[in-house]
């Protein structure tokens, strides 16, 4: 009897492992970008968020500016702010529809449009409540993110 492997015992357990390494290193590639692709979600949703916060301010009109000045509300640290004011934003909105509570008839009124009616401010009550729907756009060099705004009138 012979102690040892073969030739193609030894080759078909270098393709073995072979294989098996090359898929570890599919998987270890796909995780990796899909966490580049993750953080740069993350800071996109951030600066949509930030817009959200100043939405007073900024977001219902057309309008260039840079981070730093949408975030002028929040405390942050010296670099962080330099960092920031390089970030140029365009913030385009667009009105896509107004709605009139006085084009629906008392009849057709359903349960959730007295919700709303209900839930707005007594200086409202007995006005006629007006949404406007629309559309921001943040625009960057790094990113491109929109929203879709309501906005009572």
């Given at each position: 009897?012979?102690?040892?492997?073969?030739?193609?015992?030894?080759?078909?357990?270098?393709?073995?492992?072979?294989?098996?390494?090359?898929?570890?290193?599919?998987?270890?590639?796909?995780?990796?970008n899909?966490?580049?692709?993750?953080?740069?979600?993350?800071?996109?949703?951030?600066?949509?968020?930030?817009?959200?916060?100043?939405?007073?301010?900024?977001?219902?009109?057309?309008?260039?500016?840079?981070?730093?000045d949408?975030?002028?509300?929040?405390?942050?640290?010296?670099?962080?702010?330099?960092?920031?004011?390089?970030?140029?934003?365009?913030?385009?909105?667009?009105?896509?529809?107004?709605?009139?509570?006085?084009?629906?008839?008392?009849?057709?009124?359903?349960a959730?449009?007295?919700?709303?009616?209900?839930?707005?401010?007594?200086?409202?009550?007995?006005?006629?409540?007006?949404?406007?729907?629309?559309?921001?756009?943040?625009?960057?060099?790094?990113?491109?993110?929109?929203?879709?705004?309501?906005?009572?009138?």
């Amino acid at each position: 009897m012979r102690k040892g492997f073969t030739l193609i015992e030894v080759m078909v357990a270098v393709m073995i492992v072979s294989i098996v390494i090359a898929a570890l290193l599919k998987v270890q590639g796909n995780s990796s970008n899909k966490l580049i692709q993750l953080q740069k979600m993350m800071k996109t949703t951030q600066y949509s968020s930030f817009l959200l916060a100043n939405s007073q301010k900024y977001g219902f009109e057309s309008t260039t500016t840079n981070m730093a000045d949408i975030l002028d509300d929040f405390k942050l640290e010296d670099s962080l702010r330099r960092k920031l004011k390089t970030i140029k934003i365009d913030i385009s909105y667009d009105q896509l529809d107004t709605l009139d509570s006085s084009d629906f008839s008392n009849d057709d009124q359903t349960a959730q449009d007295q919700t709303i009616q209900d839930d707005t401010n007594d200086a409202q009550q007995g006005q006629n409540l007006i949404l406007e729907i629309g559309k921001t756009v943040l625009k960057s060099d790094k990113f491109t993110n929109s929203l879709v705004r309501v906005q009572v009138l």
